[in-house]
C-alpha cells in the first residue's frame, strides 16, 4: 500500500491552517532573528548567513557547502 497519500494529507494539513495566521511584522521578525542568531549553539562556530558569501567562500576555498534552511526572519 503506498502511504505517500497519506503523508502528503497529512502535511497539507498542518500547513494549511498556518496559512490563516497573521503574519508578525518586520520589527518582531528582526527581534526574533537576533534572539536565535544569540543562542549558544551559534556562537561554536563561524557561521555565515549569507548564501552567496558562503558560496563564494567555498570555491575560494575549494570546500563543500553546509547548508541548514529554515524559515527567514525577513520579508
Do not use: C, G, I
Not at 26 to 32: F, I, S, V
Not at 38 to 50: G, I, L, N, S
Request: charged share 25%; aromatic share 10%; net charge positive.
Amino acid at each position: 500500500m503506498n502511504r505517500l497519500p497519506f503523508a502528503l494529507a497529512a502535511l497539507l494539513a498542518t500547513l494549511l491552517p498556518a496559512q490563516n495566521r497573521p503574519q508578525p511584522d518586520q520589527e518582531t521578525l528582526q527581534k526574533l532573528r537576533t534572539e536565535k542568531l544569540a543562542k549558544p549553539v551559534f556562537q561554536k562556530a563561524a557561521w555565515v548567513t549569507d548564501y552567496d558569501a558562503a558560496r563564494e567562500q567555498a570555491k575560494k576555498e575549494n570546500k563543500l557547502l553546509f547548508t541548514y534552511f529554515t524559515r527567514s526572519y525577513a520579508a
